[in-house]
């Protein structure tokens, strides 16, 4: 498995974050979605998000000097099924489910504390976030009880692996439905921006739902664009 790629026009963004996942950060600030798809070129993101061909320079540079670093990340391309399952669950699955846990009772909170500052924001966010933590406990379920398990048997039948490519293919769909709403939560956020009636627990949600965000991101991008390819 090779451990670097040449970035240019035709280079995919799955492509791009499996070996840059650095960069996540700075699509995350200009609304690219490299999760859901993860199968577009820099090429035709650029026409889309109105860039210009300069953003391929900016990303080549910041690759090289993520190069340098002798503490980057090993690419999870690299890793094995297993690895890579694992990393999945102590990374993002743990993460994920703090996350989550900690929002459920402080998004409730600002809703009744702020209802009359703006009732309509506060039930938005009440609403996306509860339909996201649905989501992805549902989610996480299948793929802990199913997919992962099955993935990792040392001998699988032909069985096991259409169980596994029709798994894969529910998950990439709720995938797309997480998406939608986190993309929602920041619509209706204004980019996770504090309104200005925000008190400090306001801006705690504000910051852990950009946390969660974030995560979940780069949790589908490693999914979406290794481990299921790999099926």
Known sequence: MRQTITINGQTELGELVTY???ITSRLNELHIDYCCQGDRSLESVIEEAGLTPDFITEVQKAYSDYLARPDRERPVSELSDEELIDLILDTHHLTERALWKELDKLVN???LVHYE??????LKIHRSFSELKMELEEHFAKEEKELFPTM?????TPEDRVAIRSLISELEDEHDGAGKIIKCLIKDTND???PEFACPTVKAVYQKLHELADDVFLHIAKENSVLFKRY
């Not at 500052?117 to 506060?122: F, Q, V």
């Not at 990792?152 to 699988?156: A, F, I």
Request: hydrophobic share 50%.
């Open 109 to 111: 909170l600002i809703m």
């Open 117 to 122: 500052h703006d009732k309509d924001l506060m």
């Open 152 to 156: 990792l048997k040392v001998d699988k």
């Open 192 to 194: 996770f921006t504090p």
């Open 20 to 22: 840059f996942p650095a």
